[in-house]
């Protein structure tokens, strides 16, 4: 199964999280939290010089609030075994992610972080 990888103490992002993953151009999806794209208009915090509605695509209401789509390169990997990579990487931390294509996110999580 493929899913979105990252690192908790890697903070640049052209470096791969572990042996494996592969970057990718994927679909993020930029969720907002007003109910409707009519408040998304008026809203200060979107409609900013740069409006949120000037980038990505196929600007929606979804699940009670707006999202568009943002093309965004992710670093995935195939994990067969989710036992033999938690072995050989130690704890993980395993949430859904905002990437349409891939929505779990595994991180390998070797730092702390709050």
């Known amino acids: 199964m493929k899913f979105i990888i990252s690192k908790t103490s890697l903070w640049d992002d052209e470096i791969a999280p572990c042996n494996g993953a592969k970057k990718e151009d994927l679909t993020y999806l930029d969720y907002r939290t007003v109910k409707t794209l009519e408040e998304a208009r008026k809203h200060k915090g979107i409609n900013t010089p740069k409006s949120w509605f000037a980038e ?18 992710f670093w995935t990997i195939e994990i067969d075994d989710i036992m033999e990579f938690f072995e050989k990487h130690g704890d993980l931390v395993i949430c859904t992610s905002n990437c349409k294509e891939y929505p779990i996110e595994i991180e390998i999580y070797d730092s702390w972080r709050e």
Not at 56 to 73: A, C, I, P, Q, Y
């Open 56 to 73: 990505g695509r196929n600007h929606r209401k979804e699940t009670g609030m707006v999202v568009r789509d943002l093309e965004r390169k």
